[in-house]
Structure formats: structure tokens, C-alpha cells
């Protein structure tokens, strides 16, 4: 095992590689150009002036964007290696006091979401599995399915609007006290424990017909023992895949919430710079989830093992 | 017994007169917040984008003000100024102003922050504002002079907009770069702490040199959906947004809440491509005049509250509007449909293989309507056109893009018809932007050599008869041969709780006097 | 006539079809996917508007007699425009899962049953596609090709089919040290029977949850990409297209979001019911038979 993950670390330095070349490029193909996006069009001699052309050039100049592709990318690469993220291209300033600041917001969230997603998954897809095409079932079928059909901002908005506006019970958005955590942290755990609840429902049900579940119980155990001994170990497989992919997708998945929640994450930034072609600022970010990615794909090959003995990796 | 029953309402009666005006004595204290999009950039000279100049304006101040109204300008860190020749312009400085780190504020920091904006390794999109100046000179501590190279008519407007004065002493001890981020100003706020993704904060100045503003702090709030700052408002988060005409009579409904209006209005127009062969055709760009119904989008989508322009320039540019020309083409641009098909007819345009669509010499006339996605109204408008165009005969199709996408394909031509929005700034020099030849944001390939000139003569001509007589013919002309059709001008609303005391409708926004507003808790 | 008849009575399909029309919920559920099918093919014909059609003057108005689901922001009926977008959100939703599920499932079977250099081969891929972020991908696309709304769900459904891979592959691991495999190998089956005969079927139950998800997911997606200009262009009608403007009117006209949310609900729900029932039916070792 020990070996497995050495290797697989050492082999995860030349795929993060290929991913900052593959984004690089593709990046520098997509039509738009960050310093026109800059100066904007239309602020009409009013908060941002006039310009030529010759301005344009100037500030292209400053981030050496009239440099030819490889050296750039070169130059980019020699930094990072240094620990240098470079300079945003809207905020003018460096990129990782800009990313700094919304990590601990991210993981927060996503912590929060998470756990209420487990929370309400796990009784709902348990009670749904052992009885099946019952009122329940129908009932956390609905609601799971719910979750995860209805735009994030609808939930959101809804939440919001009865919370805050007429109820007066929590603030509408932002992050700060607890308070702000329980909408945010809501709405991303319903539309998380919707596919959550689907997985475990229907990894049981797979489970507990198998012939040594029923070997099991004809052997006298307790149902319960059954189920927590063997059906759970072999439905766990799908639900810690489950897992793993929602966790390499934090650090971009919920730009809906953060955007109606105005939440300080990383998922709003990165979506806004793409949106000004922010180069720096993106490659910095998916630099650092191709690292979570990594981790989170390896973590979740590890467990499998551990649950399963019998998976083997050569 | 009546006589002390009067006797008492008399008193009574003053109690509460005196109570009402007890009340109306602006209160020191509190705090104000608004909520809108995250500032980028708080250095008052690189800055580029709206909710940045919302922060950095309560932190620095410009030479001179506006007066209300726009009839003129008022002190701003300059008391006086002069203008002994067409090329000179003399500034004597307010007295006793002290930057917010304790240093005081003389005529070397002007002269600094313009030498700054006219070098080209700063990068400040203003450069070109400013281009007109050959060089400044410190005459002492409180008196500045600049010496232009051509006569620069707008030269206050551009100071009194953009021309926001930095700390030299501060500059060069931490970098311009450094500014950006902890700026340092002489305004009424003093910049306090920017928390990214959340907020920007700035605390009262208290040796300010109109006077300590009444509000502690001002908080600008990153709420970046719309209906939540609506909803932030509602509960009493914050006290001010921008607001859209959707919620204006809501608003308007609501005791607690107040709707100010700003005169500044956004012109949103379907610019021609002019590379474009069919559109080169006068007739058949008035006849697409023709075909839209424009007071109809003005009701529909703007609730009224816009106004269907025809001349370039906007109403509140009230010295250089010429409303006669104005309205004596809004009858040749009036909604016409049947017009239109026979100005097309005319133009050699006719549906000669019954598909629907005019076409000449076997090819359809096809107009790709290209509109950056994100504003409402823009995509609103964009369906209204299509409809429309296709109701005379021409077939049109919408390219919704998003907005680095539609710069570069605005810029390439690759459209028939753009929907563009954009303010329409104080001074007719935007007009150079937009519809000269060589301007910088002629999305049209608009190329009319009588506009070319009337522009450049408006622009320098120093006598103020001359220069509207310029900007007049000019309005004419672009009216006879325009480069779009003006959809519609709209104004900005803002919403405000009731208990936020001390405001006047500006025209660069209720926030321009901040140091007089306070609130009523 | 009358063998054909025994032959049917008797017949694995017609015990599949009993046992199914015993779960009430699922044969609901299949009568309102029918339906909307049907509704979906002739929604041209059968709407009550012209989805085009513009009425300026009852614009944004709530559920009435005359606009059963309410008006958009143009006054355009939203049934109409819900009808007529099915087309495009169901078909462009089941091609962006639909793909994404034959590639990813393809993939995940290979890299869980071939082991080295197979498995560390494909996982790099899939690190690599789960790295890059969706929207980049979108706009290179449009960048190459024209930015129709088919083109850009093929090419989600190329890119996206990361998950699908990871949890067949997940689940295969499991799977392949089991004696069954063992056996088929023993007799001599060739690997592609093996993957597909033997061990794809018993891999198919996380596949179908995923797949359920991710047509939800998939729809929504094509909202977000019309929020942003991309995809299904005005005036045509998409779901997508009506919940991103139904985001921008959520306070002035709920219904909007809200009738096209739901929309995309009971789609989903009754696909769900109806493939729980399929497999419940189909599967011979369930137990209340």
C-alpha cells in the first residue's frame, strides 16, 4: 500500500504537468482579451477615461502578454517553482493573497455542506433500502430528487427570501457568525445528499439481496449485525466514490451558492476570472485543484482498499 | 378654562415644532453600507470599472467639483482658479488639507499625480484625458499651474471626473502597485480594511477640511445576485443599492424605502456594421429605424421610465443638446412598418422568391444581432428587434456571446447589427470616442469626414457660442447619416431605507456628498 | 395462432411486463414519461401559443385562465414555451449523460479490468478532465467550433465522463476478485465477454443512480450555459433559457423558475421511478417474488 502511494504521488507530479500546459493553452486560444475586458467599453470618460490603442499595448507590456506562448508559459512555470503566483490582471496586485483569502471560506463551506449532506442521506437512503416502495421510500425519493432538480438559486433564493426577509431570523448572505453558515451550508448539503441518498439506496438494495446476506440471516445473526457487518462494507464502495468526486469538485462546484449567498470562495472567483480572462489568476487556481483532484482520487483508491481486502493494486 | 386649554396646545404645540426641528439636526455616528459588486482596484488613477470608483471616491478628492445641476464647478482641493490665457491654467489650493497619514497636502503631489498619468509606463487608462497638458509647474506650496499644448475646453470637466490627486510622500515610500490595494487619500473616509470577496470598509476622516462627515464608516458590501441585495435592503443590511426598474413601484409602495433617481442615463443602441454592404445603403438603414417600435420597448421593458433619443447627444447635456434637430428627426425615425417596406423596395430590397425575407440579387439580406449576454434588457431588446425585422422582411438572427467574446468579435465587425450600452458621460468629447472615425469604441467602422471635423473643431474651440455651434451641426449631421438606431436612454435608480438623511440627487451620485449625509436612528 | 399465444403467455417478456405493472408508482410514472413524450414530439401542434409570440402588454403575469402557466418577461406563455423547449432541453440532456455514460463506463470497465499500464493510463486522463474547469472548456469549444448548443453538449458529454468512469471502475475492482469471474475465465471467455457480459451487468446499479443525476444535472447545466450567452440562442425556447431569465425576475415572477424547476422534476422523478421498477422487474433474485 505504502508503495502504491509513493508511486502514485511521484507519477501525479507530471500529470499536474500536463494539466497547467493543457489550461495554459487553452486558455490563450479562447477568443477575449483580458486588458480590453480591463478598460471595459463603455465607462464613458467617467471612472475609467479614455483610451487608444496605444494604452492597450502598455498594459499588455505589464504582463507580458505580447510575449510569444511558450515563453510565457515558461516564465510561469519558473515562478510558480519559486512559489511566485504572479499578478492578477483586474485587481493588479498579487494572485495568492487573493486566493488565501477565500480557501478557509471554501473548505468551511464545503465541510458544513457536506456534513449535512451526510446527515440526511444516510438515515433517508438506509430507512429507503430496507423499506422499499414503502410511503418512505416514495417520500425520500421525492425529496432527494428534489434536491438535486431545482436550481441552486431557486432553493437558495426561497430559503432567503422566507428566512431573512420575512422571518427575520438569519442575515441574507455574507460570512460572518455562525448564522451565515446555515443557508449556504443547507442549500449545498440538499443538492449534495440527493445523489448521496440515490447511491446508498441503491447500493443496499443491490447488497441485501445477495445470497451471503441471506446466508446471514438464515445463519440466525441479528438483522441489524447483518446489515452493518456485510451490507454496508460492499455498499460502501460507490458511496466513498461518490465522495471523492464531490470533494475534487469543491473548489469549483459551488459558484451557484456563493454567487446567491455572496460567499467569499474560490468557486466565485475562478468563474469571474475566467470571465476577465484573469490568466494568472486561473492557472493559480487550477494549479491548486489538480493538486485536490490528485489527492482526492488517490485518497478514495486507498479506502477502497481498505474496505474491500480483496481489491488488489499490482 | 379655554384659555388654558390653549395656552397648553401653545405649548404643546412648540414642544413638538422644536421636536421636529430637533430631529432634523443631522446626528453624528453610524454606519452606512451599500451593497454591489467587488471594487477591483482602489488606486483612483489605474481604476477602471464602477463599484471601484464607488470606494476610492470617498478617499480621494479631485481639484474641482461639479456644481449641482452641472451649471458650473465648485471648490474642490483647489479654492480658486484662473485661466489668464487659452493654453495656462493657475490653481491655488485649499489651505491646511492634511493627506490621511498626517502630511500635508501641497501643489508637488499634483503635479506628481499628473506627471504619474501622463507617463505611459503607469498605465492609467485616463492618459489620454489628460493628453493636452505639455507640463506642470509648482509656483509654491499652495499654487499649481498647468501649461496645455492645444486649447482643452473640457479641461475642468476631466479634472472635476477623473482627475483625483495622490500622495506623492506615499506613493514613492510604498509603490504605486501598493496603492492599489491600501490607498491613502485626502477625502472625507480613510481607507480602513478590504476583506476580499466581502467587503471594503472606510472609517470617518476625522480632520477632514470641510469637516468630520457625520457617518462613522461606510461599508460597501459584496453581494453579487441581485435579488439578495434586494432582500439585504429589505431586511436592513444595508441601506442603499442600485435598483432596477423592475422594483421601482415596489419600492415606491414601501414606506421604509425611498427611490432616487440619477439623471446620468445609459444609451442603449443597435449599432450598424458598416462593412456590412446592405447597411451602407441610407435608405436601408432608416427603413430598420422604421421597423422598430421604439416608445414600445420604452414601456414595455423599461417601465416608462426611459426616453426615445434621436440626436447622439444626451438631454442633460442640456448646452450642447440641440432639441429642434432632435425633434425634427423623430418624425423621419418614427415607427413606420409600411415605411420600411417600401424604403426597402426602394433600395432594391424585395421578397422575390417567397420565402418570407427581402432579398437582392438572389441573397437574403441577413443581420446577425449580436448582444453580450448578462443585461436584461440588452437580450430583451435583441428578441424585439428580430420580431420586428422580420415583420418588415428582413431575417435576422441573436448572438447572445458573453462580454470577452462580444469585445473581440464587436472589434473584428463580425456582426450586422451590435447591441451596445454605455453612459453617456458630461462632456460632448465622449462623442469622440464613439463616432469618430478613429475613435476608440467605433464599433461601427463609421467613417464621416463632416463629423470627423465638427468633432475635432468642438473639442478645441475655447469661445462657448463656437463650440455649440460645432456640436450642433454635427448633431445634424450624424442625425442625417447615423451610424445606429438609439434605442432607448435610461436612467439609473438607486434605492435607499428611509432613515438615510442628507441627500441630493447629483449627478455623479448620491454618494458625492457623503460627508453631508447622515442617518436617522 | 394458438402456439403464438402460448409462447407469449409463458415468455420471460411478458413476466417482465407483469411484474412491473405491480409497482404502482413506476407504471405511473411511465405513463407520464409516455405522455410527455408524446407531448414532447408534437409540442409544435399541440401548445396552446406560439412560444415566438410576443404579448408585451401581459408580460411577467402569474397562472391565469388565458396563460395557464403564466407569462415570461416578453409576455411570451410559458406552457408554450415549456412544451416546445422540451425538445431541446430532453434531447440535449440525454445526449451530454448519454455519452458521458458510454465513454465513462467504457473507460472505467478498461482501467478496472486490465490493471497496469491500462488503469494509471486512464486515471491520469481522468485527473487531467476533472482538473480543467467546465466553463474553459466551453469557451474553447466556441472558439473552435460554431456555439451551438448541440456542439457544446457533444463535447460535455466527451469531457465529463470522469465520474462514470471512476465509480465503474470503483465498483469492477470490487467485482473482478470474485469467483464468478473466475469461472467465465475458466471456460474460456475473451475479456471483452468478461467486461460486458459478466461484470458490467452487476456494475449497473451505482451507473443508473449517476445517470439519473447527471440528466438533472445536464439540464441545469444548459441554464447555466444560457445565463451566460452560450447554448440555445433568443427567441428560442429551452428550459435553460427559461430558468436563467426566471433567475433574473425570481422576486417579480417566481412562476417562471419555479413551473420550469419542476418541470425538470417530475421529468426526473418519473425516469427514476420507472427505472427502479425496470430493474426490480428484471432482476430474477428480487426478493418478493
New interface residues.
Given amino acids: 500500500m505504502l508503495q502504491y502511494t509513493i508511486r502514485k504521488l511521484l507519477a501525479a507530479i507530471p500529470i499536474v504537468f500536463a494539466i497547467t500546459i493543457i489550461v495554459f493553452t487553452i486558455l490563450h486560444m479562447t477568443p477575449g482579451d483580458p486588458i480590453r475586458i480591463l478598460i471595459g467599453f463603455g465607462v464613458g470618460g467617467y471612472a475609467g477615461g479614455d483610451v487608444d490603442d496605444s494604452m492597450i499595448e502598455v498594459l499588455r507590456a505589464k504582463w507580458g502578454l505580447d510575449q510569444p506562448l511558450h515563453i510565457q508559459y515558461v516564465k510561469w512555470l519558473g515562478n510558480i517553482v519559486r512559489g511566485d503566483m504572479g499578478n492578477s490582471i483586474r485587481f493588479r496586485s498579487p494572485v495568492w493573497p487573493l486566493i488565501k483569502a477565500r480557501l478557509l471560506p471554501t473548505i468551511l463551506l464545503a465541510l458544513v455542506g457536506y456534513g449535512i449532506a451526510i446527515l440526511l442521506a444516510f438515515p433517508l437512503g438506509v430507512i429507503s433500502a430496507l423499506r422499499q416502495n414503502s410511503i418512505v421510500d416514495y417520500f425520500s425519493t421525492g425529496f432527494s430528487l428534489f434536491g438535486l432538480s431545482m436550481p441552486v438559486f431557486w432553493l437558495g433564493l426561497m430559503l432567503i427570501l422566507l428566512f431573512s426577509v420575512r422571518w427575520g431570523l438569519l442575515p441574507t448572505s455574507g460570512m460572518n457568525g455562525w448564522k451565515t453558515f446555515v443557508m449556504p451550508g443547507f442549500v449545498l448539503g440538499f443538492s449534495l445528499a440527493g445523489g448521496l441518498t440515490r447511491m446508498i439506496r441503491s447500493s443496499l438494495l443491490e447488497v441485501l439481496r445477495q445470497d451471503y446476506v441471506n446466508t446471514a440471516r438464515a445463519k440466525g445473526l441479528a438483522e441489524r449485525i447483518v446489515i452493518v457487518k456485510h451490507a454496508f462494507r460492499n455498499a460502501a464502495i460507490p458511496v466513498v466514490t461518490i465522495f471523492g468526486l464531490n470533494l475534487a469538485y469543491i473548489l469549483s462546484g459551488s459558484v451557484l451558492i456563493e454567487t446567491v449567498f455572496a460567499w467569499p470562495g474560490l468557486g466565485r472567483l475562478v468563474f469571474q476570472s475566467l470571465g476577465n480572462r484573469d490568466y494568472p489568476v486561473v492557472q493559480a487556481i487550477v494549479l491548486l485543484g489538480a493538486v485536490v483532484v490528485i489527492f482526492a482520487n488517490l485518497t478514495t483508491d486507498l479506502v477502497y482498499g481498505f474496505i474491500d481486502p480483496r481489491i488488489r493494486y499490482e | 378654562m379655554t384659555r388654558n386649554l390653549l395656552r397648553c396646545s401653545l405649548v404643546v404645540g412648540f414642544i413638538l415644532v422644536s421636536l421636529a426641528c430637533f430631529a432634523q439636526e443631522p446626528q453624528y455616528g453610524g454606519t452606512l453600507y451599500t451593497a454591489g459588486n467587488e471594487p477591483s482596484n482602489l488606486n483612483p488613477i489605474l481604476l477602471t470599472d464602477g463599484p471601484s470608483s464607488t470606494v476610492a471616491e470617498r478617499i480621494y478628492e479631485t481639484l474641482v467639483c461639479y456644481e449641482p445641476g452641472l451649471t458650473g464647478f465648485r471648490e474642490g482641493l483647489a479654492r480658486s482658479w484662473e485661466s489668464p490665457d487659452e493654453l495656462t491654467w493657475v490653481f491655488h489650493l485649499q489651505e491646511s488639507v492634511l493627506w490621511h497619514d498626517g502630511t500635508p497636502f501641497t501643489a508637488a503631489d499634483v503635479k506628481y499625480t499628473f506627471e504619474k498619468v501622463l507617463d505611459p509606463a503607469t498605465g492609467a487608462a485616463r492618459m489620454t484625458n489628460f493628453a493636452q497638458i505639455d507640463t506642470i509647474e509648482v509656483i509654491d506650496d499652495l499654487t499649481v499651474q498647468f501649461n496645455l499644448a492645444a486649447p482643452t475646453p473640457f479641461f475642468l470637466d476631466d479634472l472635476a471626473l477623473i482627475g483625483h490627486i495622490i500622495c506623492e510622500s506615499y506613493t514613492e515610500a510604498v509603490g504605486m502597485d501598493a496603492t492599489i490595494r491600501e490607498p491613502m487619500g485626502t477625502g472625507p473616509f480613510v481607507f480602513d480594511e478590504w476583506a476580499p470577496g466581502q467587503y471594503v470598509r472606510v472609517v470617518a476622516n476625522e480632520n477632514y477640511w470641510r469637516g468630520r462627515p457625520y457617518l462613522d464608516a461606510f461599508i460597501v458590501k459584496v453581494i453579487p445576485e441581485a435579488a439578495v441585495q434586494f432582500a439585504a435592503l429589505e431586511t436592513g443590511e444595508v441601506h442603499m443599492i442600485g435598483g432596477s426598474m423592475a422594483d421601482v413601484s415596489t419600492v415606491e409602495a414601501d414606506p421604509n424605502l425611498t427611490v432616487f433617481l440619477n439623471p446620468i442615463v445609459q444609451f442603449v443602441q443597435a449599432g450598424f456594421n458598416f462593412t456590412y454592404e446592405p447597411l451602407q445603403d441610407l435608405r436601408v438603414r432608416t427603413a430598420l429605424f422604421n421597423a422598430i417600435d421604439r416608445p414600445a420597448v420604452n414601456e414595455a421593458i423599461f417601465y416608462g421610465y426611459s426616453y426615445v433619443p434621436n440626436s447622439p447627444m444626451p438631454r442633460m447635456q442640456g448646452m450642447y443638446y440641440d432639441e429642434a434637430v432632435n425633434d425634427k428627426y423623430a418624425e423621419l425615425y418614427r415607427y413606420d412598418p409600411t415605411a420600411a417596406v417600401a424604403l426597402l423596395a426602394d433600395a432594391g430590397w424585395t421578397d422575390t422568391d417567397g420565402d418570407g425575407f427581402v432579398d437582392k440579387d438572389g441573397e437574403n439580406m441577413h443581420l446577425v444581432i449580436l448582444v453580450p449576454s448578462g443585461g436584461v434588457e440588452l437580450e430583451q431588446i435583441s428578441v424585439i428587434l428580430n420580431t420586428q425585422f422580420a415583420a418588415i422582411g428582413v431575417s435576422s438572427e441573436i448572438k447572445t456571446v458573453e462580454f470577452g467574446t462580444w469585445l473581440d468579435m464587436a472589434f473584428a465587425g463580425e456582426f450586422g447589427i451590435d447591441i451596445v450600452q454605455y453612459g453617456v458621460g458630461f462632456t460632448p468629447a465622449l462623442q469622440e470616442q464613439y463616432h469618430h472615425s478613429q475613435g476608440p469604441f467605433n464599433l461601427q467602422f463609421y467613417s464621416n469626414i463632416l463629423v470627423d471635423s465638427l468633432l475635432e473643431s468642438g473639442k478645441t474651440a475655447t469661445d462657448l457660442a463656437r463650440r455649440q455651434e460645432y456640436y450642433y451641426q454635427y448633431q445634424e449631421e450624424w442625425m442625417k447619416n447615423p451610424p445606429l438606431i438609439q434605442v432607448v436612454a435610461w436612467p439609473a435608480f438607486t434605492f435607499w431605507s428611509s432613515n438615510v438623511m442628507g441627500m441630493s440627487e447629483l449627478p455623479l451620485g448620491q454618494l458625492e456628498l457623503i460627508y453631508q449625509i447622515w442617518l436617522d436612528e | 395462432m394458438t402456439r403464438l399465444r402460448e409462447r407469449w403467455r409463458y415468455s420471460l417478456l411478458r413476466q417482465n411486463y407483469v411484474r412491473f405493472r405491480k ?1 404502482k ?1 413506476a407504471v405511473v410514472a411511465g405513463i407520464f414519461l409516455t405522455l410527455l413524450y408524446i407531448a414532447m414530439l408534437f409540442a409544435p401542434r399541440l401548445a396552446p401559443y406560439d412560444p ?1 409570440e ?1 404579448h ?2 401581459n ?1 411577467l403575469e402569474a397562472p391565469s385562465a388565458t396563460f395557464l402557466l403564466g407569462t415570461d ?3 411570451r406563455d410559458l406552457l408554450s414555451r415549456l412544451m416546445v423547449g422540451s425538445q431541446i432541453s430532453l434531447t440535449v440532456g440525454f445526449i451530454a449523460a448519454g455519452l458521458s455514460l458510454i465513454v465513462g463506463v467504457c473507460m472505467g470497465l478498461m482501467a478496472g479490468y486490465f ?2 499500464p491500462t488503469d ?1 493510463l486512464i ?2 486522463l ?3 478532465l ?8 466551453i ?2 469549444i ?2 473552435i467550433v460554431s ?1 451551438s448548443i448541440f456542439n457544446i453538449m457533444l463535447v460535455l458529454g466527451l469531457t465529463m465522463w ?2 462514470y468512469a ?2 465503474t471502475r ?2 469492477i ?2 467485482l473482478k ?2 469467483d464468478f469471474v473466475e469461472g467465465a475465465r475458466a471456460i474460456g471467455a475473451s475479456h471483452t465477454r468478461i467486461m460486458f457480459r459478466y461484470l458490467l451487468p452487476n456494475a449497473l ?2 451507473i ?3 445517470a ?2 447527471s440528466v ?2 445536464a439540464i ?1 447545466l444548459e ?2 450555459l444560457s ?4 447554448g440555445v ?3 428560442q425556447a429551452s428550459w435553460g433559457a427559461i ?1 436563467g ?8 415572477a417566481p412562476h417562471m ?2 413551473s420550469a ?2 418541470a ?2 417530475f421529468t ?2 418519473a425516469f ?2 420507472v427505472g ?1 421498477g425496470l430493474r426490480d422487474a428484471l ?1 430474477p ?3 418478493n417474488r
Fill in positions: 409497482n408508482a415566438l410576443i408585451l402588454l408580460k418577461d416578453l409576455g490493471g497496469k494509471p486515471m491520469a481522468v485527473d487531467i476533472m482538473s480543467i474547469p467546465a466553463l474553459l472548456l469557451l474553447a466556441v472558439a456555439p470522469a465520474p471512476r465509480i470503483g465498483k475492482l470490487s476478485e470474485q446499479a451505482p443508473i443512480v449517476m439519473t443525476v438533472a444535472g441545469l441554464s447555466g445565463f451566460l450567452g452560450y440562442q433568443p427567441p430558468i431569465m426566471g433567475r433574473r425576475f425570481l422576486r417579480q423558475a419555479t424547476g419542476l425538470i422534476f426526473v422523478l427514476n421511478l427502479d432482476d433474485r428480487q426478493k
